[in-house]
C-alpha cells in the first residue's frame, strides 16, 4: 500500500538533489571554471526542474495563478536547458534556439488550454514536450560523443541517461491515455506515481552524475595532453617520443621495421643570440609548421631538446625516410621567418636511420640518426645524410 | 516533516550513497583519479549503508546484531572518510590518531553491547565519531592551507563541523533525556527530521570530497602548464609572468633580485654520458637549488641548461642578500655532486646576479644585465658569482 507520505517524500528528495546539483554545477562553472556555459545550463536545468516539481507539489497551498501554468512552463524549460547543455558540453556551443522555440510554442499552448477540473491536457503536454525534447538532446550527444570519443572509450552509455528521461516521460504521457483512473497529480499515492517518482529519482542523479563524468574526462584529455606535448611547439615531448620509440622498437621483432628522421635547425644559437629568445621560439614553431605536412597519422613527432627534433616512420625504409627528409628539408628552406619586418633564412640539417633487425634497443637507431646528422651539419649543413 | 515517509527518506539515503560509492570507484578505475582515496571513500559509502539501517528490514535479527551494526558502522564509516580524506589532501600525517580514537571507540561499543546497555554502545560510536569529524575539519583546514578563498575552505570544512556538531547533540541528548534505552533497544526508526538531517550530512560530505578532489586535479593542471616537465622548475612561460609580476610590485616598493644560472660544462656531459645523465643532471641541480630556497623565491628553467631565480628583497637596495643566496646555491651544488650509474658526477654552476631597474616592464634589462654578469663568470673561469654594479651606485658615483 503506497501512502501519501511516501510519494511526498520521494518529490521532497528529487527536489532536494536538484537543488544540491544546481549548486554544484554554479560552483563548477564559477570557481573551478570547467566548460562554464554548459555547466552553467545545467545549474539553470537542475534548477528550474527543481523549482518546477516545489510549485507542483505545493498545488493548492500556493495561488493557483503561480502553481499551476508557472510550474508547468518552468518544467518544460527544465527539459530544455537539460537538451541543450549536454551538447554543450561535448562541442562547448550551448544549442539554446531550437529549445527556446519549443519552450515557446509549449507555453503558449498551455496558455490556452484551461486550468479548472481536468488537467491530464495539461500534464500530456508537458510530458510529451519533455519526452522530445530530451530524445532530441540524446540524439545529438549520441552523435556529438561518437565525434569526439578517443579511441577505445565507448560514448553509447554516456547519451543513454537522456533515452531512458525521453522514455519515461513518454511512458507518463502514454499512461495518461490508456489508464482511465490515472492522474496528473504526482502526489496522488499511486502505484504508477510511486515508479515513476523513483525512476525519476535515479534518472536525476545519473543524468547529473554521468555529465559530470564528461566534464572530468575533458579535464582529464587536457591532462593526458599537457602530460605528452611540448608546450612550444606542441610536438611529443622527450618522454612521450622516447615511449613511441620503444614501442615501434617492440615492433620490430615482430617484423615490422621503422625509420627515424633526426632534425636540427641550423645557425639556431646565432638567431637565439641576435634576435633574442622570442624570435628563436618564432623560428622552432615556424619549423614545425613547415614540417608538419610531411608527418602522417602514424608517424610521431618529438622535439628531443633545444632545436632537436625526430620524426619515427613506422613501416617505412631508409628510401622512403630520405624521400621525407628532403621534402623536409625543401619546405623549412624555402620558407623564412617573418621577424621584425625582415625575412630571416631558416634551414636545418637532416640524419636518417633505418632500423636493422640486429639493434639491441632504439637508441642505437637513434644514435646512428644523430650521427648522420651530425655528417650533414659538417658538410655545410641544409642537407639529408643517411 | 510529519509529511515525510521515514523509511523512503532512508531508501533515498541508501541510493544516493551506493550512487555515490559507484561514481568514486569509476573515478578511480577508469581515470584514475586518486584510486586509493576514491576506494576508501566507495568503501565509506557501502558502509554508511548498512550502518544506517532501512527501518523494517532489520524487524526479525537478533537485538544485538540491530544494535551492533549501526554502531561499528557509523564508526568504520567515518574512520574510512577520514583515510580518505588524508589520501586526498596529501596528508603525510600517520593514521596512529586514527587508529587510537577507532580502537577506543570499538572497545566502548563492544563493552557496552555486551553490558546490556542501550546507551553505551550510542555513546561510544557517538563521542568517537565526533572527535574523528573534529580531526576532519582540522584535515582540511591544513591542507588548504590559504591556497583557496576563504569562502571555498568554510563550504568546505562545514559539512565536517556539521557532523561534529551532529554528533555532541546526540551525545548531550544521549546523556540528559530520559528514556533513549527503550528507543533502541525497541529499534524505532528515527524520526523523519533527524532521518533527514543525517542524509544531508551525509550528502554534503560526499560533495566536499568531490570538490576537494576536482581542486586537486585542476591544480595538477596548473602545475602542468606552468611547470617545466623534466625537473619540476617553472617553465619559461611562467617566469616570464613572474617577472613581470615583480617588476609592477618595484614600483610599490618591493624589490627583487634576478640570478641567471648556467651549468657548467654540461654539454660535456651529454656528450660523455648520454642525453640521459644530462636529464639527471638537470634534476639534481633544480632538487638542489629549490632546497636552498625560500617559499617566495622563483626558480625558472628558461632553456637548455640555463635557469634563473627571481629572489624578493627585504629592501629594494638589498643586493647583498641575493648575493649571499647566490654563492649559498652555488657552493650546495659543489658540494653534492651527482651520482649516475655507478658515477659520481662533480657539477658546478656560474652564477650572474643584478638588480632591476624601475620602468621596464618585462625585466628584460634586468634579464641582459644579469645574463651579462653570467658570461663574465664563464669567462673569469666558471664556478663563481659575479654581481652587476647597481646603476644608482652608477649614477653617484
Known amino acids: 500500500m503506497i501512502t501519501a507520505a511516501q510519494t511526498q517524500t520521494l518529490l521532497a528528495a528529487i527536489i532536494t538533489i536538484a537543488g544540491v546539483a544546481t549548486l554544484v554545477w554554479v560552483a563548477l562553472a564559477l570557481v573551478a571554471r570547467v566548460a562554464p556555459r554548459a555547466s552553467l545550463a545545467m545549474a539553470f536545468a537542475n534548477a528550474t526542474a527543481s523549482a518546477a516539481l516545489t510549485l507542483h507539489a505545493l498545488r493548492g497551498v500556493l495561488p493557483d495563478a503561480l502553481a499551476y501554468w508557472p510550474g508547468d512552463v518552468l518544467a518544460v524549460v527544465s527539459f530544455a536547458l ?103 497529480d504526482l502526489r496522488e499515492p499511486t502505484e504508477f506515481n510511486h515508479v515513476f517518482l523513483w525512476t525519476a529519482l535515479v534518472l536525476t542523479l545519473l543524468q547529473n552524475a554521468t555529465l559530470a563524468f564528461l566534464v572530468m574526462m575533458r579535464l582529464i584529455l587536457r591532462i593526458e595532453r599537457l602530460l605528452e606535448r611540448d608546450p612550444l611547439t606542441d610536438t611529443l615531448n622527450r618522454r612521450a617520443f622516447d615511449q613511441a620509440l620503444d614501442h615501434a622498437h617492440a615492433w620490430l621483432q615482430r617484423g615490422r621495421g621503422y625509420a627515424l628522421v633526426m632534425i636540427d635547425m641550423d645557425h639556431f ?15 622552432l614553431r615556424q619549423m614545425v609548421r613547415e614540417l608538419q605536412p610531411c608527418v602522417r597519422e602514424v608517424d610521431r613527432f618529438g622535439r628531443l631538446g633545444g632545436e632537436e627534433f625526430c620524426v619515427l616512420l613506422p613501416d617505412t625504409d631508409i628510401a622512403g625516410a630520405a624521400l621525407v627528409a628532403e621534402r623536409m628539408r625543401m619546405l623549412v628552406d624555402q620558407a623564412p621567418l617573418r621577424w621584425l619586418e625582415q625575412d630571416w633564412h631558416l634551414s636545418a640539417s637532416f640524419g636518417i636511420a633505418e632500423a636493422e633487425r640486429g639493434d639491441a634497443s632504439a637508441d642505437a637507431v637513434l644514435a646512428r640518426a644523430d650521427a648522420a646528422m651530425y655528417r650533414a651539419k659538417h658538410q655545410g649543413r641544409n642537407v639529408v645524410q643517411a | ?111 557496552g553491547l555486551a553490558s546490556g546497555s542501550g546507551l553505551a554502545p550510542q555513546l561510544a560510536s557517538t563521542v568517537s565519531v565526533t572527535v574523528l569529524s573534529l580531526l576532519a575539519v582540522r584535515e582540511v583546514v591544513r591542507g588548504i592551507g590559504g591556497r583557496l578563498s576563504r569562502l571555498i575552505t568554510a563550504c568546505t570544512t562545514l559539512p565536517f563541523a556539521a557532523l561534529a556538531a551532529l554528533g555532541l547533540a546526540h551525545a548531550a541528548e544521549l546523556l540528559l533525556v530520559p528514556g533513549w534505552d527503550d528507543h533502541v533497544l525497541n529499534g524505532e526508526l528515527p524520526s523523519p527530521a533527524r532521518a533527514v538531517l543525517w542524509f544531508f550530512v551525509t550528502a554534503s560530505i560526499t560533495l566536499s570530497l568531490i570538490s576537494l578532489m576536482i581542486w586537486r586535479v585542476i591544480t595538477r593542471i596548473q ?16 617566469f616570464e609572468l613572474a617577472l613581470t609580476d615583480a617588476q609592477a610590485q618595484l614600483q610599490r616598493g618591493h624589490g627583487f633580485a634576478l640570478a641567471m644560472i648556467d651549468i657548467d660544462h654540461f654539454k660535456r656531459i651529454n656528450d660523455l654520458h648520454g642525453h640521459q645523465a644530462g636529464d639527471a643532471a638537470l634534476q639534481h641541480c633544480v632538487r638542489i637549488w629549490q632546497a636552498g630556497l625560500r617559499e617566495v623565491d622563483r626558480l625558472g628553467r628558461l632553456g637548455g641548461e640555463e635557469f634563473c631565480v627571481l629572489l624578493p628583497l627585504a629592501t629594494p637596495a638589498g643586493l647583498e642578500t641575493a648575493v649571499v643566496v647566490a654563492e649559498r646555491l652555488r657552493a650546495s651544488l659543489v658540494a653534492e655532486p651527482l651520482r649516475w650509474n655507478g658515477l659520481e658526477l662533480p657539477l658546478s654552476a656560474s652564477f650572474g646576479v643584478a638588480l632591476p631597474v624601475p620602468g621596464d616592464a618585462a625585466g628584460e634589462i634586468a634579464l641582459a644585465r644579469a645574463d651579462a654578469e653570467l658570461y663574465r663568470a664563464k669567462a673569469e673561469g666558471r664556478n663563481r658569482v659575479c654581481v652587476a654594479t647597481p646603476l644608482a651606485a652608477l649614477a653617484t658615483a
Open chain 1, 82 to 184: 537539460l537538451g541543450a547543455a549536454v551538447p554543450g558540453i561535448t562541442t562547448r556551443q550551448v544549442a539554446w534556439k531550437p529549445a527556446a522555440a519549443v519552450v515557446a510554442a509549449a507555453a503558449l499552448v498551455l496558455l490556452a488550454l484551461p486550468y479548472d477540473g481536468d488537467l491530464r491536457w495539461q500534464a500530456r503536454v508537458v510530458n510529451a514536450t519533455g519526452a522530445g525534447l530530451t530524445l532530441a538532446a540524446g540524439i545529438a550527444a549520441w552523435r556529438g560523443l561518437g565525434r569526439t570519443a578517443s579511441g577505445h572509450r565507448t560514448p553509447a552509455p554516456l547519451a543513454l541517461p537522456l533515452f531512458l528521461i525521453a522514455l519515461m516521460m513518454a511512458t507518463r504521457c502514454v499512461e495518461s491515455f490508456i489508464r482511465p483512473g490515472s492522474t496528473p
Open chain 1, 269 to 283: 644559437k646565432q638567431l637565439n643570440d641576435s634576435l633574442g629568445h622570442a624570435a628563436g621560439d618564432a623560428a
Open chain 2, 1 to 111: 516533516m510529519e509529511f515525510l515517509d521515514v523509511p523512503t527518506v532512508l531508501k533515498v539515503s541508501a541510493l544516493f550513497n551506493l550512487m555515490a560509492a559507484l561514481a568514486w570507484l569509476m573515478l578511480a578505475q577508469t581515470f584514475r583519479i586518486a584510486p586509493r582515496a576514491g576506494r576508501l571513500m566507495a568503501a565509506g559509502h557501502l558502509v554508511r549503508i548498512a550502518s544506517q539501517g532501512c527501518g523494517d528490514c532489520m524487524a526479525g535479527w537478533p537485538a544485538l546484531l540491530r544494535q551492533a551494526i549501526p554502531e561499528f558502522g557509523l564508526l568504520a564509516c567515518t574512520v574510512l572518510l577520514l583515510l580518505a580524506l588524508r589520501r586526498m589532501l596529501r596528508s603525510r600525517q600517520r593514521s596512529r590518531d586514527i587508529a587510537w580514537v577507532a580502537g577506543l571507540g570499538a572497545l566502548g561499543i563492544t563493552a
Open chain 2, 223 to 238: 602545475h602542468l602548464t606552468y611547470r617545466d616537465p623534466l625537473t619540476g622548475a617553472l617553465n619559461r612561460r611562467a
